[in-house]
């Protein structure tokens, strides 16, 4: 998606929301043409997609910047983290989950195995009771 091939699909064609966004949905189910609508709506011109067509190179670009505050995770390691976690997500899989249980002591992980990326559009109704949970505690 970095390359000129890649950054022509985003701007000209939205091919991140037509065609990443509808992938990245674990339960299918969910995808009215609706929300389908609102995401395409939410960048309807190609000078509008710049940041979208930008976003990956900053993310590989940021791995330096990763590995240097690496070190200082004890910082927050021990912070209460609740981390909802869709096991059909394609961009960040079950790896990545396990590195950050294996590096957050105070870790309240809850995976939902139907879903993918936008778990805020796949289950919102069984997330919402678990977050009120979360911030209630002491």
Known sequence: MKSW???FMIKRMNCFVNKVV???I????VIAPEMMHHYRSALPSP????ACAA???HIIGASDWLDEICPDREKFAAKPFLVFWGLKDTAFRRKELEHWQQNLTDCQVHDFKECGHFLGE????RMLPMLRSFLARE
């Open 5 to 7: 091939v890649g950054q």
């Open 22 to 24: 509808p992938k990245a």
């Open 26 to 29: 674990g339960n299918k189910a």
């Open 47 to 50: 000078q509008s997609r710049n």
């Open 55 to 57: 976003l990956q190179g």
């Open 122 to 125: 796949e289950a919102p109704d």
